[in-house]
């Protein structure tokens, strides 16, 4: 059975940071293209980061030089490191794996507020 758990979600302060990391499991994760969404009510799901199989990554523009996506294929998990936090930065982060199927996560809240 395959699933994607995130964690690290919490209540932060403008200017702060989070880690953010996705375990995957029943897949081989190595071969898998990863990627970091976000999402707030009312508004689509959109892209945020992705680190391919052969890891590189891209950002969009909104985050480029805040946020880092990092894989460690020995513990089948994937990261978002988010630092200088912004209130534009509150939703739920969801993770995805892409390969011949795609699998989404359950998702977990991160909310920048003072």
């Known amino acids: 059975q395959v699933q994607l758990v995130e964690s690290g979600g919490a209540l932060v302060q403008p200017g702060g940071s989070l880690r953010l990391s996705c375990a995957a499991f029943g897949i081989a994760f190595s071969n898998y293209f990863m990627a970091w969404f976000r999402q707030v009510p009312g508004k689509q799901r959109e892209w945020v980061a992705h680190?391919?199989?052969?890891?590189?990554?891209n950002y969009a523009d909104s985050v480029r030089g805040r946020f880092t996506i990092s894989r460690d294929n020995a513990k089948n998990t994937v990261y978002l490191e988010m630092n200088n936090l912004k209130p534009e930065d509150s939703a739920v982060y969801y993770c995805k794996a892409a390969g011949t199927f795609s699998y989404w996560g359950q998702g977990t809240q991160v909310t920048v507020s003072s």
């Open positions: 680190i391919t199989d052969g890891e590189e990554r």
